[in-house]
């Protein structure tokens, strides 16, 4: 069982930057995958970013490519996105989700374990 815990989010100015931490539970956390997903109101979750096992195999939504930067740290069991040049269509609230399998997985189904969520809201 993992359990996932996220961090790090708030109000920001559009242009702006924020860092998201998930923190994980269990002994398992480097045999893991990790994604980031996001959900705005009224709309479907999607997928941001998501970061293999081995942390070498990287992928991201379109909409972030080069402004935001997923990134883990297996001795603090903890998963990063940098969030860079924001905007306000990135408001929502992000999820970080962990995988048994190895990744990195752009879909949400591909995900065994679930946080909470945080919320973003980004000011025009």
């Known amino acids: 069982q993992v359990q996932l815990v996220e961090s790090g989010g708030g109000l920001v100015q559009a242009g702006g930057s924020l860092r998201l931490s998930c923190a994980a539970s269990?002994?398992?956390?480097?045999?893991?995958?990790f994604g980031w997903f996001r959900q705005a109101p009224g709309t479907e979750r999607e997928f941001v970013a998501a970061i293999s096992r081995n942390e070498y195999n990287i992928r991201y939504a379109d909409f972030v490519k080069g402004r935001f930067t997923i990134s883990r740290e297996n001795t603090k069991k903890t998963v990063y996105l940098q969030m860079n040049s924001l905007k306000p269509e990135d408001t929502a609230v992000y999820y970080c989700?962990?995988?048994?399998?190895?990744?990195?997985?752009?879909?949400?189904?591909?995900?065994?374990?679930w946080g909470q969520g945080t919320q973003v809201t980004v000011s025009s």
């Open positions: 269990g002994r398992t956390f480097s045999s893991h995958g």
């Open positions: 989700a962990a995988s048994t399998r190895g990744g990195p997985y752009g879909g949400q189904y591909d995900y065994d374990y």
